[in-house]
């Protein structure tokens, strides 16, 4: 029997130890919140600096879980995860600062403000095909902000945390108990989101809606990034060397378990035939292996994500499709070779399900604005991209995508440009990460409102209630 590179499930903590986890964290973060604005940025610089240090190390904790190209992981967890510490460690002063607000001008003797008040504990539920950057990207703006974090990653990737949180608790720069790992299923998770102040996840629809019901049952807020459906709408004019390369890359990067990867291409019928060569060509040249250098793509994370795969490939041949590869390579490591389903239809899973997996359904279409309206007929909206030379049209057809972010020519990188929102819409999310909101959501926006001067006298509209006061109101509400 072929040795697995798959690692067995992480164990469940007991309810006490997370009970115990999270009462520590609150502990550590009622110190952390006092610390001054500058003081936390500077060092959670540090903490990132301590890790990036030991990357080598890091890389083949990942690997060991995931067995990710090398490359794959330093472009897209480890430079990411230095962008978002830049952003965030650049920008919270001017995000977080007292924030003056209008008043109107009776009250001139007043003094109105916004000041970003830390949530608490904030409970960070991650997926297994992003074990470093997920959980670390989150944690950084919730520490920033002046919270503590409890992270509970995927059960599958649990050591990537564990060896992260040992080495930030190691430096000695935070508080003890700041941040700290729950591990386990979903057991564990629940109770991370029952206890916590504010949840985010990070994950399926599924699950996301009952992290949802968990967070409501205790008026919790919480931030959902869940399924998505990327449309890659391609035109007549599109680039075709561009456009076919970014096809390959944003359905088979992380093997395809990328949130915001291409899960199905719309294609013009002047270009079709000539996307599907060139893009068959482009998937001719990968390398798929375990190694962690000198490969493209890996294997499936997550054990039932295989049958997932298999079984939406399937649908697709039994309703009359084309797959060109999907072979099994080795299925005790869950390597699927890369599959393109050629002649897909609005009916196959392949079309209308979230894959998740190396696999490039293509649909011949005779206008791309037909495309955007079959792709907006399904229920998730996360990201989608336009692909031709035309700017201008494309950009007038933005707004009719119902996305939470669109490419124009570009896909996957949203994540990496940290000033932009990150999220989707409809049955893909609640809330954003990243971006200047990204940062406050992790605060409870606290209103102060300051009466200056003069200190010995009441507001006129105060008791006794008098007729005269009622002209003074009417008259206030004319001039204001």
Known sequence: M??????PPARNMTSEEIARAVRGAREAGARWRRYPLAERVGLVRQVWDAVYARRAELVKVVHSETCKPLVEFEAMELCAAGLIVKYFTANAGRVLRDQAAWKPWVMLNKRAYVRYVPRGVV??????????????????????????????????TTRTMLWVADVVNGTGLLPEGLLTVATGDGAAGRQVAESAD???????????RMVAQAAAAGL???VLELGGKHPMIV???AALGRTAKAAVWGAFANCGQVCVGVERAYVEEGIHDRFVAAVTAGMAGLRQGLGGTGVDVGRLIFPPQFATVMD????????????????????????IRPALVLGARPEMKVMSEETFGPVLPVMKVARGEDAIALSNEGPLGLAASLWTTDLDRAERLVETVEAGMVGVNELLSHYAVVSLPFGGIKSSGLGRRHSDSGLRMFCSPQSVLVHEWPSGVGDPWWFPYEDYKSKLVEWILKVV
């Open 312 to 335: 939406h490939l399937e649908d697709a041949r039994s309703k009359g499709a084309t797959v060109v590869g999907g072979d099994v390579v080795d299925a005790e490591n869950l390597m």
């Open 123 to 156: 409970g960070l539920i991650t997926p297994w095909n992003f074990p470093f950057l997920i959980p670390f990207g989150d944690a950084v703006p919730a520490l920033i902000a002046g919270n503590a974090v409890v992270v509970k990653p995927s059960e599958w």
């Open 220 to 222: 919790k807020p919480a």
């Open 2 to 7: 072929p040795v697995t590179s798959v690692p």
């Open 198 to 208: 504010m949840v985010l996840f990070t994950g399926s629809t599924r699950t996301g």
């Open 235 to 237: 035109f007549d004019d």
